[in-house]
Nanobody, 122 residues
């Protein structure tokens, strides 16, 4: 069992930045690769970032590459998503998730947080 709690969402103007945090407890955090996903109303859940157990490798889709950065601090059992250059189309609920094997598919993740709302105004 892994418990994940996201924080850091809010309302920001277009072009602004936010840093999301995901605090983990339960099983050993460093045993899991981590991902960030987002889901807007009426849209499919979308992969936005992934990171391996050690943090040595990270992954982003083209839609956010260069704007979003995922990183982790295993000593603090926390994974982060730094979001820069936010645009209205980034508005969504953002979720962190844990998996044994990193994947871009939400169905591959075993544990999920409750999400944090990010709203970007134009």
């Amino acid at each position: 069992q892994v418990q994940l709690v996201e924080s850091g969402g809010g309302l920001v103007q277009a072009g602004g930045s936010l840093r999301l945090s995901c605090a983990a407890s339960g099983r050993t955090f460093s045993n899991y690769a981590m991902g960030w996903f987002r889901q807007a109303p009426g849209k499919e859940r979308e992969f936005v970032a992934g990171i391996t157990r050690s943090g040595a490798s990270t992954y982003n889709p083209g839609s956010v590459k260069g704007r979003f950065t995922i990183f982790r601090d295993n000593a603090k059992n926390t994974v982060y998503l730094q979001m820069n250059g936010l645009q209205p189309e980034d508005t969504a609920v953002y979720y962190c998730a844990a998996t044994q094997i990193i994947s871009t598919s939400w169905a591959s993740y075993d544990y999920w947080g409750q999400g944090t709302q990010v709203t970007v105004s134009s």
